[in-house]
């Protein structure tokens, strides 16, 4: 068990910052739009879809800085936080304009806040950071993100199914190993409960494979650009709930406001628990 101290300690990382170059090469991109099941993918001056900046500017650690859970050990930017287990809880990404295939950017990136918290199973961590995605002309994107570390296993909350949400479209999503591999191979991301059903099982707890919450939101965010073509995201912002698996089928959907530039979107189980919520601004 971490002491209090350790936790306070932690605090010594906010205002840490750290910049990182890459180019929005045209290989992730058509990654990205494989998996999609999108008929052509991005060319050189072509935009990258909203949410494909997180293809980009990847860590890849060496296989001797993995831990046990897959994931690179702690320290570096990120403060080292002792809870072993970590997600992606919610983020708020504004869109300026898109970033193009072929573009040299630059990523800022600066840690706002770390909060400790007692939770219902043990202690939580919350490390709040902010990215800024710089192109030749400016801020193009710029994200803030709450990651949340814990310590216990996962216990999804109760299913307690809701009613029926009116929506202007709905999809069935059959999420399947294929689909959580390839998008762990496109993020380099090598947690092993995307990928190790007996790890995600036996040590996690989890009934399956779990899907990966920035594949969540991609399909959110891909669906709602399939809802209205042409019209650009420049807001999108989500919320993760609780978590699906592959092997089980679940619902994405959405449905405008009043003015149809704001869109509620979310996903939810086969007993219509809602697993992410989230909400994106259209701009023609």
């Excluded at 990205?32 to 879809?49: F, I, K, Q, S, V």
């Excluded at 479209?169 to 990928?195: C, E, Q």
């Excluded at 959907?253 to 809602?274: E, F, L, M, T, Y």
Aim: proline share 8%.
């Amino acid at each position: 068990m971490a002491e209090a101290r350790d936790f306070e300690r932690l605090r010594d990382w906010v205002g840490r910052s750290e910049s990182r170059e890459d180019v929005i090469s045209a290989v992730p991109a058509a990654g990205l739009a494989a998996t999609l099941d999108h008929d052509a993918a991005p060319m050189a001056g072509d935009e990258l879809p909203p949410l494909g900046h997180w293809l980009y500017f990847l860590s890849p650690a060496r296989q001797s800085e993995i831990g046990t859970d897959g994931h690179p050990k702690r320290g570096g930017f990120l403060p080292p936080v002792a809870l072993p287990r970590r997600m992606l809880a919610s983020s708020r990404i504004e869109f300026h304009r898109p970033l193009r295939i072929g573009a040299s950017v630059r990523r800022d990136s600066t840690i706002l806040d770390v909060q400790h918290e007692k939770g219902s199973s043990g202690d939580i961590v919350f490390v709040v950071v902010r990215h800024e995605i710089h192109d030749a002309a400016g801020c193009a994107v710029a994200e803030e993100q709450h990651i949340l570390y814990r310590g216990a296993a996962h216990t999804p909350a109760a299913e307690v199914p809701g009613p029926g949400r009116p929506a202007a479209w709905r999809r069935t999503v059959h999420p399947d190993p294929v689909l959580l591999f390839r998008y762990s191979a496109l993020t380099f991301n090598s947690h092993r409960i995307h990928y190790d059903r007996p790890y995600a099982m036996e040590t996690d707890g989890y009934p399956g494979l779990v899907l990966h919450i920035p594949l969540m939101a991609t399909l959110l965010v891909d669906a709602l650009r399939a809802s209205r073509p042409g019209a650009r995201v420049t807001q999108f912002g989500f919320r993760a709930l609780r978590p699906l698996f592959d092997g089980t089928p679940f619902t994405i959907a959405g449905q405008p406001s009043d003015s149809a530039k704001h869109w509620s979107v979310w996903a939810a189980d086969v007993r219509g628990n809602i697993a992410m919520e989230a909400d994106g601004m259209l701009a023609p």
